[in-house]
T-cell receptor
Framework: GAVVSQHPSWVICKSGTSVKIECRSL??????MFWYRQFPKQSLMLMAT?????????EQGVEKDKFLINHASLTLSTLTVTSAHPEDSSFYIC??????????FGPGTRLTVL | TQLLEQSPQFLSIQEGENLTVYCNSS?????LQWYRQEPGEGPVLLVT?????EVKKLKRLTFQFGDARKDSSLHITAAQPGDTGLYLC????????????FGEGTQLTVNP
């Protein structure tokens, strides 16, 4: 299957700081990438859909000013958690879709806000 | 809202037992995917089914897509501890592009 990477794999930050997470499709071009949030032993919760060269589409209840998404190229999307607080601590996962509309997931980023 | 109901949510069995996980919806899906996720990692795609009534086998795993493309099942034969993980079904619809609707997940634990 296609390979999607995420960086960093984990990050610990102080409350009030901003954290950027990168998502890259390594061996295919992805016009669409997705950002999910996941709590322990639960399913994935879609946060936003990121299309290359256009603004991201956010799911209801997700603050677009807090979770900034940039999809500048066909292989890179970034999620910036601005002014992070402890309640933002979670496992963030990105995925990239292929031409067959299959989604391939990154390994996830564990964010801990102190 | 398109919902995928996945059951059971939790399943703990002994090595060697068989099990089935179900994914049901009132909506029709153009494709249905099954993923397996281990703690601290991203989901890994196991299979995609697109045709009503389709059956796919992956070693000890058998996936079936319902005739009406509203439901799917995952059957594992002779489960092994290495099968332990979170199993997720996800449905796609042509009107939603590549966006997927995920089930709630089934946390499977296979005890040695």
């Amino acid at each position: 299957g296609a390979v999607v990477s995420q960086h960093p794999s984990w990050v610990i930050c102080k409350s009030g700081t901003s954290v950027k997470i990168e998502c890259r499709s390594l061996d295919f071009q992805a016009t669409t990438m997705f950002w999910y949030r996941q709590f322990p032993k639960q399913s994935l919760m879609l946060m936003a859909t990121s299309n290359e060269g256009s603004k991201a589409t956010y799911e209801q209840g997700v603050e677009k000013d807090k979770f900034l998404i940039n999809h500048a190229s066909l292989t890179l999307s970034t999620l910036t958690v601005t002014s992070a607080h402890p309640e933002d601590s979670s496992f963030y996962i990105c995925s990239a879709s292929s031409v067959l509309n299959e989604q391939f997931f990154g390994p996830g980023t564990r964010l801990t806000v102190l | 809202t398109q919902l995928l109901e996945q059951s059971p949510q939790f399943l703990s069995i002994q090595e060697g037992e068989n099990l089935t996980v179900y994914c049901n919806s009132s909506s029709v899906f153009s494709s249905l995917q099954w993923y397996r996720q281990e703690p601290g990692e991203g989901p890994v795609l196991l299979v995609t089914v697109v045709t009503g009534g389709e059956v796919k086998k992956l070693k000890r795993l058998t996936f079936q897509f319902g005739d009406a493309r509203k439901d799917s099942s995952l059957h594992i034969t002779a489960a092994q501890p290495g099968d332990t993980g979170l199993y997720l079904c996800a449905g796609g619809q042509e009107t939603s592009g590549s966006r997927l609707t995920f089930g709630e997940g089934t946390q499977l634990t296979v005890n040695p």
